[in-house]
């Protein structure tokens, strides 16, 4: 999905960098970010995103604890955000 695709269909898009990684009792995983700056929606400074669902197609391993990326959010009825686009949702930035 086009980056522009993603920003439409997102109803949160942030920069934000990794703080941790985790597993919830339902065995979701989940990655804390903490965000640098909204792009679009009001997720406040630090949002929790699943990464392992229990669906292969939408599941990946993300992401190395201090990396920073842009980041297309959908926001579910649990306050926990999902990526819009799997694995291609998470752009990393890369410092020179």
Known sequence: MPLDEQMQK????????????????????FTVLSVRAVLKGNPGGEVSVWTVTGFPE????????????????????????????????FVPIKAQ
């Open 10 to 29: 997102s109803d949160t898009v942030v920069v934000a960098k990794v703080t941790s990684n985790g597993q919830d009792p339902d065995w979701s995983k």
């Open 58 to 89: 939408s599941d990946f391993a993300c992401c190395t604890v201090g990396d920073e990326y842009v980041v297309f959010l959908h926001k579910n009825e649990k306050n926990m955000y999902s990526p819009i686009n799997g694995r291609n949702s």
